[in-house]
């Protein structure tokens, strides 16, 4: 057994992992071109039922309004870290500095935790006029997402065939869902450095709850999907592209037709990876239940009904690895 002497600053955290060498992409992530709106309604559904995730090209996002929110976070990451702290602990928004939620998960990355469902829960530190362009920035890209994810909803809508239209994008784009922005900075770990075929974990294994997510990132590699056998895949980084996530509450929208995707970053502590991930869930007394249309004579829910607010309850007392559905399920 080979034993790794782990940097003391890294001990604490459990943060390294030896890996195994594996090719880093060998594995097709599924591309669905929006600009092409014959053959999207079916690869979506064909993505979400086979892996629950996809990349989304010809989207509409402006490379500039991208790359400016990127610029804007990584001015804020850059801050001394007296001045960040001022903007957490997270609870559960706001910053955040390798503790993920409050049940003990950490990872190697700062964030900044937003729910932009009203503009009055905005941390108090985005309303200081040093933050206006970052603001800005916010507004115009959550405002991008929220289209986006209504836009592959409609598509995928029309891929299972179900009327209405909305029947998944009301749930998201209405003024009461539960819309939560998170800005991810994974800094570079010079402690890693030279310490061949150990990892570092930026954020641990977990699946979203939400119904659908978007990420962004920077192009540096560490994003990783868990195929339907439990392998892990790299997902080759693509600044130009976003990333569609299943979460939770549509696996339980298609009672399991569609599964949410487990992810993970590891990084390899060269580089500083940033994403932008939008997370679109339902208003919090929805109640979430298989879509009648999309049942087959005679099925049965696998799921009990339950509210947002009860899943999200629920949720929070969890570990991030957890399976937070298996308390919803039906015997
Ligand atoms: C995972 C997806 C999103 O990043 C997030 C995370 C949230 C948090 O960071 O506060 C949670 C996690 C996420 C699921 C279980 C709970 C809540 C940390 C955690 C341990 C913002 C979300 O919505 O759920």
Aim: proline residues 8%; charged residues 20%.
């Amino acid at each position: 057994m080979v034993v790794l002497a782990k940097p003391s600053s890294l001990n604490q955290t459990s943060l390294l992992k030896p890996q195994k060498p594996t090719s880093p992409y060998n594995y097709t992530i599924p591309i669905v071109d929006l600009s092409d709106p014959i053959s999207c309604p079916s690869s979506i559904v064909k993505a979400c039922e086979d892996l629950g995730f996809f990349k989304v090209t010809n989207h509409g996002i402006s490379p500039s309004l991208m790359s400016f929110l990127e610029s804007e976070a990584l001015k804020f990451f850059s801050l001394p870290q007296s001045h960040k702290d001022t903007a957490g602990p997270p609870s559960p928004f706001g910053y955040g500095n390798k503790k993920i939620g409050s049940n003990g998960d950490v990872g190697w990355l700062e964030y900044l935790l937003f729910n932009i469902s009203s503009p009055t829960s905005l941390p108090l530190f985005l309303t200081h006029p040093s933050s206006s362009s970052l603001r800005f920035a916010l507004s115009e890209y959550t405002a991008a997402m929220g289209r986006v994810v209504g836009e592959v909803l409609e598509l995928m809508a029309d891929g299972l065939k179900i009327k209405p239209r909305d029947a998944l994008s009301k749930l998201v784009v209405n003024e009461e869902s539960d819309k939560v922005f998170r800005l991810n900075h994974y800094p570079p770990c010079p402690l890693l450095q030279g310490l061949n075929n150990c990892s570092l974990t930026g954020f641990g294994e977990h699946t979203d709850p939400q119904v659908l997510s978007v990420l962004r990132s920077n192009n540096t590699a560490g994003l990783q999907i868990a195929l339907r056998d439990g392998s892990w895949v790299g997902v080759p980084p693509d600044q130009d592209s976003l990333f569609i996530n299943v979460g939770d509450t549509l696996q339980v929208l298609t009672n399991g037709r569609f599964k949410s995707v487990r992810h993970r970053v590891l990084s390899n502590g060269l580089s500083s990876r940033v994403s932008m991930i939008y997370f679109g869930g339902p208003a919090p007394g929805e109640r979430l239940a298989p879509l009648p249309q999309l049942m087959r004579e005679g099925e049965q829910s696998l799921y009990k009904e339950f509210t947002w607010f009860e899943y999200k309850t629920s949720a929070y007392k969890t570990r991030l690895a957890d399976n937070r559905l298996s308390v919803f399920e039906r015997e």
